[in-house]
């Protein structure tokens, strides 16, 4: 039997293990048996699952061993043959939710670690791939734009919100800004202060950085590029003259089209047990508890006064608390406990 289709263990003497050799076949099923303190947790779990989960955290990088716990080296000589493992251990069963075959296998850790490390997020809302660029590699895309075409560099520091945001012209022009874009239009600073502009409208202000043509070899324009993102919160906008289009770029996980922002991946958003990746509805659990009316209340001829409410009469010795409780929540809300329930409106009801 070859290394390929068995596993070879030689000298184990972990626990009650007095140099134990074993050859154990792979693709069968295989049960370990004998006396109560012979060994059999020591040879599968402390030996074999050990060394397998040891081996296999050792070939992950250094961040991400940080979330998996790194076992100790068994006491053994040799093991051959030995794939990363997994092990369920004899215990009772849990009817906990938040612990399932992936939690306890561990499983869950590693596909974690997967999909933070070499996920590619995409915009939830069109399905396009969202990406985070530095100003360098950003630098070279519109560097590529500017041999095609003259552009506009724009940091876009209002988006479409309400306001004249007098302060942001005034910041602008104090800072050597000359030129912005208001709602699409290109115009002076000066002349942009000096508008009307009704504070419930709402409107996109976008400072104007620098502009470059062809001809333009400016070694500023990654500086330039670096003090948009900083100006708009990680968020740049290319005006091409040729065609006048708009080309945006972002430092940050955003979906320029859809203006989606996702979190930076790590192995908690992946999570149902963890608060930064479990469904806001449910809170992981996959059920939500909801009230059905239809059962709570099945006789709607009844009146409230007369237990219409159909769980709390069958609450021994609180019924005539409930009582009391109904009528002060109806005295307060100005509704009667003796009108049948299929009488009382809508609101008085969902009180």
Request: proline share 4%; charged share 25%; net charge neutral.
């Amino acid at each position: 039997m070859t290394n390929n289709n068995a596993i070879i263990i030689k000298g184990a003497r972990v626990h009650n293990l007095r140099n134990v050799d074993a050859r154990i076949p792979k693709e069968k099923f295989t049960v370990i048996t004998g006396l109560s303190g012979s060994g059999k947790s020591s040879l599968a779990f402390d030996t074999i699952y050990a060394e397998g989960q040891r081996r296999y955290v050792e070939s992950l990088s250094s961040y991400a061993r940080q979330f998996l716990e790194l076992q100790d080296k068994p006491d053994v000589d040799e093991i051959h043959g030995l794939s990363p493992t997994i092990a369920i251990e004899q215990r009772t069963t849990s009817s906990n939710p938040r612990s399932t075959v992936g939690t306890i296998t561990e499983i869950y850790d590693y596909l974690r670690v997967l999909f933070a490390r070499a996920g590619r997020p995409h915009c939830p809302s069109c399905g396009q791939a969202v990406t985070h660029e530095g100003a360098h590699e950003i630098a070279k895309k519109i560097r590529a734009i500017i041999e095609d075409s003259s552009v506009a560099l724009l940091a876009p520091m209002v988006r479409d919100e309400k306001g004249v945001h007098k302060h942001l012209l005034e910041w602008a022009g104090k800072s050597g800004y000359t030129e912005v874009r208001l709602n699409g239009i290109f115009a002076s600073v000066e002349e942009v202060r000096g508008m009307r502009r009704d504070k419930e409208q709402r409107s996109t202000i976008e400072v104007v950085i620098g502009r470059y043509n062809q001809e333009d070899e400016s070694a500023a324009l990654e500086s330039q590029i670096a003090k948009a993102f900083e100006l708009a919160d990680g968020f740049l906008t290319l005006y091409r003259e040729d065609t006048g289009d708009d080309v945006t770029f972002s430092q940050r996980l955003t979906c320029a089209k859809c203006n989606v922002h996702l979190p930076e991946l790590e192995p908690r958003i992946f999570s149902f047990n963890s608060p930064h990746g479990a469904c806001p509805a449910c809170t992981g659990l996959g059920t939500k508890l909801e009230v059905q009316p239809d059962l709570v209340i099945p006789n709607t001829r009844l009146t409230l006064a007369q237990g219409a409410i159909k769980p709390w009469t069958r609450i021994a010795g609180n019924q005539q608390w409930y009582s009391k409780l109904l009528a002060a929540v109806a005295k307060t809300h100005g509704f009667s406990t003796d009108i049948p329930v299929d009488k009382l409106d809508k609101k008085s009801l969902d009180i």
